[in-house]
């Protein structure tokens, strides 16, 4: 598997990052938002957030002092196929 492929798993291994996901999805929010809403320090939210960005899941844009994260959708659909692909896989090999 690629690093690309372990960082995504590793990305979504975590309840944390994929409660940050599921926020995401409704809409893009910056971090001390992310961070209020789960009650969670903002250093430990930023490490959060780095770890989705190193997987490509989500994406940051600048919006005066604040960053603004969204959901890299393409990248979600993406992992999505390709788990499907295991899985498929999966069930052939035990047939």
Same mark, same amino acid.
């Given at each position: 598997?690629?690093?690309q492929?372990?960082?995504?798993?590793?990305?979504?291994?975590?309840?944390?990052?994929?409660?940050?996901?599921?926020?995401?999805?409704?809409?893009? *929010?910056?971090?001390?938002?992310?961070?209020?809403? *789960?009650?969670? +320090?903002?250093? +430990?939210v930023?490490?959060?957030?780095?770890?989705?960005?190193?997987?490509?899941?989500?994406?940051?844009?600048?919006?005066?002092?604040?960053?603004?994260y969204?959901?890299? *959708?393409?990248?979600?659909?993406?992992?999505?196929?390709?788990?499907?692909?295991?899985?498929?896989?999966?069930?052939?090999?035990?047939?």
């Amino acid at each position: 598997m690629s690093t690309q492929g372990e960082n995504l798993f590793k990305a979504l291994a975590d309840t944390q990052r994929r409660k940050i996901l599921a926020m995401l999805r409704r809409s893009e *929010l910056p971090a001390g938002e992310i961070a209020g809403k *789960l009650g969670l +320090t903002p250093a +430990t939210v930023s490490h959060h957030l780095a770890k989705l960005k190193s997987a490509d899941l989500v994406r940051t844009r600048r919006e005066g002092q604040s960053r603004i994260y969204t959901l890299n *959708l393409s990248v979600v659909e993406e992992a999505l196929v390709l788990l499907t692909r295991l899985l498929h896989s999966e069930k052939e090999t035990e047939q």
